[in-house]
């Protein structure tokens, strides 16, 4: 056994789970924790920690996955501009199949729109050096860990001279949005845990308001189960004591401060706006939109026609991904919405909720 | 979407770089991460080195899980392993047994 192996090792997590089990026990009530990041949902689904945890504890995936939370209207947005025959949209692909109001990139792109899929930003802008005649635009969304490679790729295109590289500003900002499910009384959560790769970015000292101003712990857990469980132990133990605090249990890559460069290039191009949340409606401060001086690279600044957005009938993503309901209390669930053949954006996605409990916990209960 | 992979800095040209794991190597951006060294182990994401593994930290999480399996190695486990030989590498939790 490597030491690696460690984090994944069965002893370990029969260990942890035992002593979960023991501190279960001094809890004054069944509890409901949440974490945010589609990386955690898709760990704990495929380690199946769930069905180990004692009943006392109930853990749910919240907004984490970046490509559920992003609003219908983005997506109608991006094709209306891919209508146009001299433009070409970049994604990521965990996007190309979510459903739009009247379609998705999939079938907009079956149907003639211009539409790649990329791995990184760095793609899209080598794709708009080589067209000069098209216009490229990326569909930036993602968190504060993905934000920052979006704004390097601006900084690039500034530098270069790229001018036919814009992107769909979508980005969000995960702390506005912890804020708002922290005084959701619908949601009635006990504590967090936060998001390993977005805190290598944020650092993991922004997080203090939820002990500091909603008495609720939080913990920057890493994606091993090891990892995972000895967050979630913290957590118990913390609600068990009734003393909220923040703990990094992921310094390994995690700091106090997190990625300065990071933040100041975020800092450069963009600033804190207000933006939708599917399932959570509008959050302040949420989202990042360009700064004045990047209008130029906003494939936003002009204005198009849009469709009302309208979200597929019977769909309860939005349930989902405020941690109202579990994937499976969803009529659509592994019925009219598998993975195969999607009806709302968590099911697409491998990080989204409803993906990981059909992959992983379905066959469980 | 925010996964993120570490791998090892094994060679740098201004603020590009290649990293490895398992035999696989991948060219990548430095730019947010100018003061990596070769040798470092980064954390990958979309093809930005977006933080280096901190290797003393890393040290001290695996002796405190080395030390926890030690000690139940020591201590025995609170209850009998299944000798059913039916391949389980985990038992069912139990309750009550604090």
Known sequence: MTKDHLFQDARIVRILIERLQAAALRLPRRITLMEVCGTHTHAIGAAGLRRLLPEEIRLVSGPGCPVCVTPVGYLDHAEALAADPDTVLCTFGDLYRVPSSRSSLEAAAAAGARVRIVYAADDALEFAREHPGLRVVFLAIGFETTAPTIAAALAKAEDAGIPNFQILPGNKRVAPALAALATDPAARLDGFLLPGHVSVITGSRCYAFLSEQHRLPAVVAGFTAADILRAVLALVEMVAAGRPALLNLYGRVVTEQGNRIAQELIERFFEPADAVWRGLGNIPGSGLALRAPWTGRNAAASPVELPPPSEPPGCRCGEVLAGRMDPPECPLFARACTPDSPVGACMVSSEGSCAAWYRHERRAR | ?98
């Open chain 2, 1 to 98: 979407m925010c996964l993120a992979i570490p791998m090892k800095l094994i060679a740098r040209q201004g603020s590009s770089g290649v990293v490895e794991l398992e035999g696989v190597r991948r060219s990548i951006s430095l730019a947010l991460m100018p003061e990596a060294r070769t040798g470092d182990h980064l954390l990958i994401h979309a093809g930005y080195a977006i933080g280096a593994v901190d290797e003393k930290e890393a040290a001290e999480t695996i002796r405190l899980l080395q030390e926890m399996a030690e000690a139940e190695q020591r201590d025995g486990p609170p209850g009998p392993e299944p000798q059913d030989g039916g391949g389980r590498a985990r038992r069912p939790p139990e309750r009550n047994q604090a």
